[in-house]
């Protein structure tokens, strides 16, 4: 089953509004979050990283005022893209890094889909 | 520089037509790679770690391998259901983030 949550799977937004993506791990605390934006077919491509209690690592290009990531706890995670544009329609992705069993790996949500009209 | 090259970008088999998949990684110190499915419209699903030169892990039709420059994964009389996108991913040695390929796109001709 569904090691980790992304809610909602999709959403469509006016051009101007803010939207909030939740990302929860279900069955483990993940020492690290991660968040990806994936265009059609292409691969990821890492937004940011983030650890719970402390500001997120934003990658080269990516604006922090425009993607805010606030990592409540251990087990729950969010992307809030503010005064969304068209542009920012996208699938976003969010993956836990944490032991599950033996195995220590980032495990992914099942992505949201953002359409902005 | 800590990069993942993954070949082919796409591949047709036929029902049955076992072949392979190439990851090529360069990373200062490999902690662990990683084989993730993906299809369409949804995240990456885990499907294996190998952690040093030599490693094999199984899962039904597939079997991933390493060596100190690369890992393929060997898909055995493949079934349409398992056309889908495969990534691999290198994490290094220090640090959290990963690397990722940008994927094979698998598709089973019945």
């Not at chain 1, 992304?6 to 979050?33: N, Y």
């Not at chain 2, 520089?1 to 072949?19: H, I, K, N, Y």
Request: proline share 5%; with cysteine.
């Amino acid at each position: 089953g569904a090691v980790v949550s992304q809610h909602p799977s999709w959403v469509i937004c006016k051009s101007g509004t803010s939207v909030k993506i939740e990302c929860r791990s279900l069955d483990f605390q993940a020492t690290t979050m991660f968040w990806y934006r994936q265009f059609p077919k292409q691969s990821l491509m890492l937004m940011a990283t983030s650890n719970e209690g402390s500001k997120a690592t934003y990658e080269q290009g990516v604006e922090k005022d425009k993607f805010l990531i606030n990592h409540a706890s251990l087990t729950l995670s969010t992307l809030t893209v503010t005064s969304a544009h068209p542009e920012d329609s996208s699938f976003y992705i969010c993956s836990a890094r944490g032991e599950r069993g033996a195995v220590d790996t980032q495990y992914f949500g099942p992505g949201t889909r953002l359409t902005v009209l | 520089e800590d990069q993942v090259t993954q070949s082919p970008e796409a591949l047709r088999l036929q029902e049955g037509e076992s072949s392979s998949l190439n990851c090529s990684y360069t990373v200062s110190g490999l902690r662990g790679l990683f084989w993730y499915r993906q299809d369409p419209g949804k995240g990456p699903e885990f499907l294996f770690t190998l952690y040093s030169a030599g490693e094999e892990k199984e899962k039904e039709r597939l079997k991933a391998t390493l060596t100190k420059k690369e890992s393929f994964l060997h898909i055995t009389a493949p079934k349409p259901e398992d056309s889908a996108t495969y990534l691999c991913a290198v994490q290094p040695n220090t640090g959290n983030q990963f690397y990722f390929g940008t994927g094979t796109s698998l598709t089973v001709i019945p």
